[in-house]
């Protein structure tokens, strides 16, 4: 990478980075050596009979080198395998001490060391970040009183109710067996041939064909522990609890069409955004939001809290944000700290707690499982990037790869020889004991008739979207049911979609080029009770009181800074050095982040005799990499540019992709070029959807304000109102 390496991530030491250090190693001004420690002489030529001759079996540094290589690949994960990661520091508001008597919580004064992973969920390691797909928020809390994680997603609903699903869903969406196709996407026929015969999945389908499965950064979403958990304060009472992460920059997506793009040209780019804010000193921040229901409760709703397909809309219980998330330091090592980072729902702390949701059920045992044979035995825990900050003994021993070296000659309990030691704490002493729920229960296999709702809520989040909102899902499921090669499927599918909304499911199938089955086609529902009595389903399908959640949708979210933001300049040769200078000032006064752009790289000579260095070219940039995009004035810059076709189809593509477009009067002749000339803000133009967020000005000062304004909207839906985009 070429950023010059501003030593912001070395600044930010926490209680977790101390604790790394000894793990941690660097060789600068240090001579090269074997893994025992010898030094090594010559490390171009392995050692032989004769310069020309065989390789000895004797050479030891040669079989070690090699040995070493053969064995560096570990299992991925098998789902979330493609993430990026980074460190930082977790601080409570005020003290929660009326719900949780979790320390981290109630301690204003600590900060509490995290490490959070993003990821998406079924691509491999190596596959696209803008995939459309649900994206993985793990958070390790380091805390005092041992890890805690909230292993979540940046949707708050799931596509099934029952951990018995799982393997099932995965196996679905993953590449089919028989060829391994398709890459890191759902649009394929297993994956549609398994929602359709699941009409639990119709909630989180919306969230999923929705723009929230492709963010325009990781900084940019919000997060959810998805499942209801418990709170317990000091006297032992308990609230349930759905945790949130509020992004402080507001929720944003890309367009679909850029998100293919961009898959194509910088497949990384979500990590890359990721690792440049914080290197340059813009660390991600999120609140941690609570949405608190007390016991009483617990049946106060028309759905279950234990329902993981179901959300608490934010109307009905607020989401007080309690403490802030700041993401201030990237891993020194991908592999040591990304990939061996071992995230588990079961890691919880004394003030936290389960519920008997029967997918979180189901995690609980799953995630440590899957260390197992990932990380190799059971001594992942004493992995650097693992280890918690809190003190840890106990009597468990040995096993592959063992670190820790216990003293003494006790390794059970109770003891007398080991002087009773370590011992059992009392609650007092911040010894964990679960919640003691009362259960009196049979023993059934069977789902609970409070979950079998499965499309009000999947209406409420649909009824709740902007029509440029609506507008992407209709497109979403028009292209993902469009690769879908069986028929009976889509037309399934097509049922299912009535049932959430008749206009949807007609705009659908019209793009499908099919009819929407006249009465709702009776779901295939394995979730209908094991006595199959039709009657229960239908007693418990209720509409929603809620008309509308303004929460579900990112229509309304924050747009008032642009933080981060990318704006390209373009320019060429003679380009007018007083427009660039000053635009670029006003844009980074607010935080955003100037590139310029010219037809080749090198320098580009402006009309003052200045030059500006140029580290992006029109082939090595694209408009998909930036948010917004500046043409600076200087007539011979914009008649290079004009006659520049690469020059044309930036803004071309810029304005399909709905963003924010200001100019210089000068450069007039360069947005004619575009197809969207005739659109340019002269005050001729009827078409106010066309001109919406395209600026042109003489007066660089006047022509920021409305820049800024504009570049903080994010993007110009109403433009693609005129479909008439040839980039
Ligand atoms: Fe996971 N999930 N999951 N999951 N999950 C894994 O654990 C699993 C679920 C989530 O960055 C695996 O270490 C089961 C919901 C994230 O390292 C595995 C079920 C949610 C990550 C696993 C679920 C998640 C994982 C694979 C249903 C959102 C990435 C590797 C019963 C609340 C963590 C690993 C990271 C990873 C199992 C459902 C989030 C196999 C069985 C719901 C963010 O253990």
């Known amino acids: 990478m070429a950023l010059p390496r501003k030593e912001t991530r070395n600044k930010n030491i926490n209680k977790k980075i101390e604790n790394l250090k000894p793990d941690t190693e660097d060789g600068k001004d240090e001579f090269l050596t074997t893994n025992q420690g010898v030094r090594i002489n010559d490390n171009q030529n392995s050692l032989k009979s004769g310069d020309r001759g065989p390789s000895l079996l004797e050479d030891f540094i040669l079989r070690e080198k090699i040995t070493h290589f053969d064995h560096e690949r570990i ?16 601080k409570v508001y005020k003290p929660l001490a009326q719900f949780t008597k979790a320390k981290f919580l109630n301690d204003t004064k600590t900060e509490t060391p ?11 390691r190596g596959s696209s970040d803008l995939a459309r797909d649900v994206r993985g928020f793990a958070v390790k809390l380091y805390t005092e009183e041992g890890n805690f994680d909230i292993v979540g997603n940046n949707m708050p609903v799931f596509f099934i109710q029952d951990a018995m699903k799982f393997p099932d869903l995965i196996h679905a969406v993953k590449p089919e067996p028989h060829n391994e196709i398709p890459q890191a996407a759902s649009a394929h026929d297993t994956f549609w041939d398994f929602i359709s015969l699941m009409p639990e999945a119709m909630h989180m389908v919306m969230w999923v064909m929705s723009d929230r499965a492709i963010p325009r950064s990781l900084r940019m979403m919000e997060g959810f522990g998805v499942h209801t958990f418990r709170l317990v ?7 349930f609890v759905k945790f949130h992460w509020k992004p402080l920059l507001g929720v944003h997506s890309v367009a679909w069409d850029e998100a293919l793009n961009i898959s194509g040209r910088d497949p990384d780019f979500h990590r890359r955004d990721l690792y440049e804010a914080i290197e340059s000193g813009n660390f991600p921040e999120w609140e941690l939001g609570v949405q608190i229901v007390p016991e009483k409760d617990e049946h106060a709703f028309e759905f279950d809290l234990l329902d993981p397909t179901k959300l608490i809309p934010e109307e009905i219980v607020p ?18 700290e990304t990939e061996q980072v071992a995230f588990h729902v079961g890691n919880i702390v004394p003030g936290i707690d389960f519920t008997n949701d029967p997918l979180m059920q189901g995690r609980l045992f799953s995630y440590t499982d899957t260390q197992l044979i990932r990380l190799g035995g059971p001594n992942f825990h004493e992995i650097p990037i693992n280890r918690p900050v809190a003190p840890v003994h106990n009597n468990q021993r040995d096993g592959f790869m063992r670190q820790t070296i216990n003293k003494g000659q006790v390794s059970y309990e109770p003891n007398s020889l080991g002087g009773g030691c370590p011992f059992q704490a009392k609650m007092d002493q911040g010894g964990f004991s679960s919640f003691a729920q009362r259960i009196d ?13 499965h499309f009000s809520q999947a209406k409420l989040f649909f009824n709740s979207q902007s029509e440029p909102e609506k507008n992407h899902i209709i497109d979403a499921l028009r292209f993902e049911l469009g690769k879908v090669e069986t028929l009976a499927i889509r037309q399934r599918m097509l049922g299912l979609l009535s049932q959430v909304d008749r206009d949807l499911a007609q705009q659908v199938a019209t793009g499908l080029g099919m009819p929407v089955p006249k009465a709702p086609e009776k779901p295939m529902n394995h979730s209908v009770p094991a006595d199959g009595s039709p009657n229960r389903y239908k007693s418990v399908v209720k509409e929603s009181g809620l008309p509308v959640s303004q929460a579900l949708s990112m229509a309304g979210t924050i747009k008032n800074s642009i933080a981060t933001r990318k704006v390209a300049f373009l320019v060429a040769d003679g380009v007018d050095a007083a427009t660039v200078t000053s635009m670029k000032k006003a844009l980074e006064s607010g935080g955003a982040v100037v590139e310029l752009i010219a037809p080749r790289l090198g320098e580009v000579n402006a009309s003052n005799k200045t030059a500006f260095n140029i580290k992006k070219s029109f082939l090595t940039g694209a408009s998909v990499f930036y948010d917004a995009v500046y043409v600076p004035g200087g007539a011979v810059s914009i008649k290079t540019l004009a006659g520049e076709p690469d020059a044309v189809h930036f803004l071309n593509e810029a304005y399909k992709h709905c963003k924010a477009i200001a100019a210089s009067e000068d450069a007039r002749p360069l947005l004619k070029a575009t197809y969207f000339g ?27 304000k409305p820049f800024i304004d504009a570049i903080a909207q994010h993007r110009f839906w109403e433009r693609e109102k005129i479909r008439k985009v040839p980039a």
């Open 75 to 90: 299992p991925e994960r098998v789902v979330h395998a493609r993430g990026s990661a980074a460190h930082g520091v977790f």
């Open 678 to 704: 005739a659109a340019l803000p002269d005050g001729k133009s009827k078409d106010s959807a066309s001109s919406a967020g395209l600026f042109i000005q003489a007066d660089t000062a006047r022509l920021a």
């Open 114 to 124: 995290v490490f959070v992973r993003f990821s998406t969920v079924a691509g491999s």
């Open 233 to 239: 304060n000091d006297e032992g009472k308990s609230c």
């Open 441 to 453: 229960a049979k023993k059934v296999r069977e789902r609970s008739s409070s979950f079998m709702d």
């Open 319 to 336: 989401v007080q944000r309690v403490g802030k998330l700041t993401l201030n330091r990237n891993p020194d090592n991908f592999f040591s």
